[in-house]
């Protein structure tokens, strides 16, 4: 059974940066795409970031590009998201998803169960 585990929300201010970890399980990924998708309030959930388990490309959304990075730890089966230069718009519960390559998390597999970030002016 797949598991992914975020950790590393909070609460910080605007400027200040957080690094996210999704600690997934249950299977093997090397076919998958790894990624984050956000939530804020009376929002709809949306893209943030994904990376290719195996080759480790990477690909973000235009409201983060520059200031977020996405990574893995193979060894670990951990996936980062490192954010920085954070803004109150970047407030919102973080998923982390699991999906497999061909699909491109349209839509993801496997979900966690979200961490919360907010982002104080």
């Known amino acids: 059974q797949v598991q992914l585990v975020e950790s590393g929300g909070g609460l910080v201010q605007a400027g200040g940066s957080l690094r996210l970890s999704c600690a997934a399980s249950?299977?093997?990924?090397?076919?998958?795409?790894m990624g984050w998708f956000r939530q804020a309030p009376g929002k709809e959930r949306e893209f943030v970031a994904h990376i290719m388990w195996s080759g480790g490309s990477t690909y973000y959304a235009d409201s983060v590009k520059g200031r977020f990075t996405i990574s893995r730890d193979n060894a670990k089966n951990t996936v980062y998201l490192q954010m920085n230069s954070l803004k109150p718009e970047d407030t919102a519960v973080y998923y982390c998803?699991?999906?497999?390559?061909?699909?491109?998390?349209?839509?993801?597999?496997?979900w966690g169960q979200g961490t919360q970030v907010t982002v104080s002016s």
């Open positions: 998803a699991a999906g497999p390559m061909f699909r491109l998390l349209r839509p993801p597999d496997y």
């Open positions: 249950g299977r093997t990924f090397n076919n998958y795409v």
